[in-house]
């Protein structure tokens, strides 16, 4: 297995405009987990969601941010319009009942 | 009752020597205890896990010991390398819950050659 795919690895972006980060998780996983990594502020867990529905979006620090999960291999998060202290790395994770939690090698962001 | 508190923020230790990182919960509702490990430009990997119903986990160099009593479990890496700096996360949940882990702030670990 590839583990958990995270695209792109890298973005750099204008401040204003829209950003798409992608998941695929682990085949056979039940639950996807967001998270947004700084310096300042650690992991934190932004939403996740359980057999493709959001279960927990408390994390979502405002309504520019968005995540979807149209089907079990594939997962959106949007940021729209994005802000310079959105950057940070933003990191996929996938697990079944919590055994194989496993997280992508993550996005690093930088709006500017 | 969801934080789970991590020390200290970043350890030097020479290699050989025995790094210890400490965490404290609060929920006493949490039932699995995860370490995991982040090298520069990775993503957290699992490092190793214990349950409330052992005191004690040993995996090679790297051993949990848990206090269920004090809510503290800690992280030994014995015979320390330098192949051994990283990030270290301690983590807690409850496993028939909703798999949302809660993670602590970290640790950078430095070893020394």
């Known amino acids: 297995d590839a583990g958990v795919i995270q695209s792109p690895r890298h973005e750099v972006t204008e401040m204003g405009q829209e950003v798409t980060l992608r998941c695929k998780p682990i085949s056979g996983h039940n639950s996807l987990f967001w998270y947004r990594q700084t310096m300042m502020r650690g992991l934190e867990l932004l939403i996740y969601?359980?057999?493709?529905?959001?279960?927990?979006d408390s994390g979502m620090p405002e309504d520019r941010f968005s995540a979807k999960m149209p089907n079990a291999s594939f997962s959106t998060l949007k940021i729209q319009p994005s802000e310079p202290r959105d950057s940070a790395v933003y990191f996929c994770?996938?697990?079944?009942?919590?055994?194989?939690?496993?997280f992508g090698s993550g996005t690093r962001l930088t709006v500017v | 009752q969801q934080q789970v508190k991590q020390s200290p923020q970043s350890l030097i230790v020479q290699k050989g020597g025995i790094s210890i990182i400490n965490c404290a919960y609060e929920?006493?509702?949490?039932?699995?205890f995860p370490w995991y490990q982040q090298f520069p430009g990775k993503g957290p990997a699992l490092l190793i896990a214990i349950r409330p119903d052992v005191s004690e986990k040993k995996e090679g160099r790297f051993t949990i010991s848990f206090n269920k009593s004090a809510k503290q479990f800690s992280l030994h890496i014995m015979d320390s390398q330098p192949g051994d700096s990283a990030t270290y996360f301690c983590a807690s949940t409850i496993i028939q819950g909703a798999q949302k882990l809660v993670f602590g702030q970290g640790t950078r670990l430095t070893i020394n050659p």
């Open positions: 969601f359980n057999n493709n529905v959001p279960i927990d």
């Open positions: 994770a996938s697990s079944f009942v919590l055994y194989g939690y496993t």
């Open positions: 929920n006493t509702a949490f039932d699995y």
